[in-house]
Structures are given as structure tokens and as C-alpha cells.
């Protein structure tokens, strides 16, 4: 077996088989296929797409490329969340303990943000004491213990796609639908768990920006699962504006306190009660109805919160720091109005970017980030606003950032004199 040959067939619009598939994955994990080979297999995907098969087959072999993670152990009550990404999505914080609460095994691993994007490892860390590594006996006794434990991705977890993501990365390819429902699917298949829900993204913040990608993708990542054996479901949910109001890392964790805690609702409670009641949906196999109650339950009980505190807790945090107040950067500035009129859009990405450029983020790899930075959105889509009125604040440590951010958050926005129409928060429920 050649690589050229795989090449050739892909580029020509052939199906590749599984054995044709296995070879390419396991050549290019051990350093005998090189990377202009494995380029213009992508560049072929890219172009000639694949079929549902040779999906499997990929990620199949991706999820087996490295260490998986045994979770038999807890049967079938394991539940794994998966967000496509977006700005403010905080929604691990919130949803693992409620279902953890109600007798689900969360043994999630997360990664950071990079580019407008935050990512849940770096949240978790603005936690005084919080541990993001774990030995894995440990991390998984935790889970049989408090039900939840949040670490960072580690180890020799799907290898094959470390590689491929960081070369798709700077070869145009990222964008295919194939390789990113393989890229989610293989990650969610090696971390174990027999539950699985999908948050997929769409919008002006969301790598899917059309309703119709974001469909494809959650059926091609149900459709995997499925064929992999797995019990899963996705939600299609909006990302044409912030989720909630915090963005940047350790607003974000105040903000998820507060909806556990029930002293905020809004979009951010709506999506993540939506989650949660599908994870419990899968695990109880009950209906919509009882399912949603229980979730309600756990939040308004206060079942929800303790076992945040419990899970911080387990993990070295403070958990008596969920309840204090925020640490004040050297900057706190609103963002003040320019006009009159409603806010008609906003560019979700760009206001990511603005949360970066105080130090929320990061982007490059390795950038430090400041925990206490970050933006509240006072006013969302929709908003009737007026001129010399706050739309939002900016914090940071970085009085040089101040300026610049500012600009980026109001070009972020467009006005109009009338209301837009309002996006569905939620579109569809893909089983």
C-alpha cells in the first residue's frame, strides 16, 4: 500500500476503504508518512469530501491512535458536554454539576482557549488552587466519588489528531466538514464515555456560520456516534452574540456561580438548562418534561451549587472563593454609547478578540493570561440604546489595552434605528 495511491484516490472522488484509511492514520502518527503527503490527503477531503463509512473510519482510527480512557467502571451513567466553541460559553461550569448532581459521571477533559475563543481549562484556573492535571487513578476516583472532575487534555489522547488539527491549521483545511466531525468525534470516542451531548455553534462568534453547516455537522457527529456505539444528541444553539454576559475567565466562573446559585436567568440559563435536561434525558432515558424538572430542581434546591463546591473542592480549589467578590484589575472602563438606536448585530468574534486583546486570551499558544480581565455586556441584540449610555465594561491590568479594545468592541457592533429580528437561541435538537 502506497500513500500516493490514497492520494490519487481521493483527489480522484474514489472511496477510500478502512484498511486505506488505518494506513494513513497510523503512518502519520509514527513520523513514516510526512506532512506534505498528509496535506494533500486533506486538501483532497477538503475537495472531494467523504462518505458516512469512511467518516467512521476515520474517526474510528483517530479515537484509537493513542491512549483511550476506560470509564466501564461507572457503566452506563457516563455523560460527556461538547461546545464548537464561542465567547462567554461557560456552560461546563454550569451544566456539570447539575447533572453530576443527579447521579450522572462527568470525566471530562477540556482544553484552553485560543484565538476569540475561551477555552474551560483556563476558567477552571482562575480558582485559587485549582488543579487542571490529575494521575489518572485519582481523576477517576474523583468521578466515582463526587460524580465530576474537569481536567486538561493530557497524556497520549488521540495523537493522530494533535497532528492533523495543527497541520490543518496552516493549510487551509480546517474548514471541512469530514475532518472537523472526526477532529470532535475521535476526542469525545477516546475519552470513554457512553453518553455524549453536542453543543454545536452558530452564528457571527461560531466557526459554523450558516444554519445549514451547523445542521450538517450535527448530524454527520450524531451519526458517527451512533455508528460508534454511543448514546448521543445534539443541540444547535446560537452564537450571533455572547452567551450571558461575562467574557474573560474569571467573570465567567462569577457569572456560572450566579446561575447556580438562581439569582440570574437569560439566554445563558436557558442553553445550559437545555443541556443539561439532554444529558439527563440520555442517562434516565425519561422524557423532555421530567427531565427538564429534575434539572429546574437541582438548581433552585441549591443541589446544583453544592456540588460545584464539593467538585472545586475535590480538585484543591477554593471553593469558598466561589462566593466572594471578584478581584478588581487596575481598569475598570465602560464602554459608553456613540448613538441612539438599537443594536441591530454584533460581531461575536471581533468582541472575543476585544477580551484577548485585555489579556482574557490568547493568541498564540503560549501567551500568559490575565484571569481578571475580561468584558461585561451591559446591552445584547436587540437593545434599544441610547447615546452617553454604558453598553458595556472593560477590565484590565493594561491600561495600554484600554483604547484599543475599546475600538475593537464598538466596530463589533452595528446600530439601526429600528429592531432586528430575533434569532432563535436554540434552533433544533438533532437524536
Not at 476515520?58 to 480512557?69: F, I, K
Not at 447539575?98 to 482557549?113: D, E, N, Q
Not at 477555552?119 to 490529575?134: A, N
Not at 447556580?260 to 434525558?281: F, S
Request: proline share 3%; aromatic share 6%.
Amino acid at each position: 500500500m502506497r500513500m500516493y495511491d490514497i492520494i490519487l484516490k481521493k483527489r480522484d472522488g474514489g472511496e477510500l476503504t478502512r484498511q486505506e484509511i488505518a494506513y494513513f492514520i497510523s503512518g502519520y502518527v509514527s513520523g513514516e508518512i510526512p506532512d506534505y503527503q498528509a496535506s494533500a490527503l486533506c486538501m483532497a477531503i477538503y475537495y472531494q469530501g467523504m462518505s458516512e463509512a469512511e467518516t467512521v473510519a476515520l474517526t474510528d482510527c483517530m479515537a484509537h491512535s493513542g491512549d483511550t480512557v476506560d470509564l466501564s467502571r461507572f457503566g452506563s451513567l457516563t455523560v460527556d458536554k461538547h461546545s464548537t466553541g464561542g465567547v462567554g460559553d461557560k456552560t461546563t461550569l454550569i451544566v456539570a454539576p447539575i447533572v453530576a448532581s443527579l447521579g450522572g459521571k462527568l470525566a471530562k477533559m477540556s482544553g484552553r482557549g485560543l484565538g476569540h475563543t475561551g477555552g474551560t481549562v483556563d476558567k477552571l484556573e482562575s480558582i485559587p488552587g485549582y488543579r487542571v492535571t490529575m494521575e489518572r487513578e485519582e481523576f477517576l476516583q474523583q468521578v466515582e466519588d463526587v460524580g465530576v472532575a474537569v481536567i486538561g487534555q493530557s497524556g497520549n489522547l488521540t495523537p493522530a489528531d494533535k497532528k492533523l488539527y495543527a497541520l490543518r491549521d496552516v493549510t487551509a483545511t480546517v474548514d471541512s466538514i469530514p475532518l472537523i466531525t472526526s477532529s470532535i468525534m475521535s476526542k469525545k470516542l477516546a475519552a470513554g464515555s457512553h453518553n455524549i451531548v453536542l453543543d454545536v455553534k452558530v452564528g457571527s462568534g461560531a466557526f459554523m456560520k450558516t444554519l445549514g453547516d451547523a445542521r450538517t455537522l450535527a448530524r454527520n457527529m450524531v451519526e458517527i456516534g451512533k455508528a460508534c456505539g454511543r448514546n448521543i444528541a445534539a443541540l444547535i444553539t446560537d452564537m450571533s452574540r455572547p452567551l450571558g454576559h461575562a467574557i474573560g475567565n474569571e467573570l465567567e466562573v462569577r457569572e456560572a456561580v450566579e446561575i447556580l446559585r438562581g439569582m440570574k436567568k437569560g439566554d445563558l440559563y436557558e442553553v445550559c438548562v437545555a443541556l443539561a435536561t439532554e444529558m439527563i434525558i440520555l442517562l434516565k432515558n425519561i422524557s423532555q418534561e421530567e427531565a427538564e424538572t429534575l434539572v429546574v430542581g437541582a438548581i433552585e434546591s441549591g443541589a446544583a451549587f453544592e456540588k460545584m463546591k464539593e467538585w472545586v473542592s475535590a480538585q484543591g480549589g477554593d471553593a469558598l472563593w466561589l462566593e466572594k467578590a471578584p478581584a478588581k484589575p487596575a481598569h475598570i472602563v465602560p464602554i459608553i454609547s456613540p448613538v441612539d438606536g438599537y443594536i441591530t448585530a454584533m460581531d461575536t468574534a471581533a468582541i472575543g478578540s476585544a477580551a484577548v486583546i485585555l489579556g482574557a486570551g490568547r493568541s498564540k499558544k503560549d501567551d500568559p493570561i490575565d484571569y481578571s480581565a475580561g468584558i461585561t455586556a451591559a446591552v445584547k441584540t436587540g437593545d434599544r440604546v441610547e447615546k452617553g449610555m454604558t453598553l458595556g465594561t472593560l477590565y484590565t491590568n493594561e491600561e495600554a489595552a484600554i483604547q484599543p479594545a475599546t475600538e475593537r468592541y464598538l466596530s463589533a457592533l452595528s446600530f439601526g434605528e429600528n429592531p432586528p429580528e430575533s434569532n432563535k437561541l436554540i434552533y433544533e435538537i438533532i437524536r
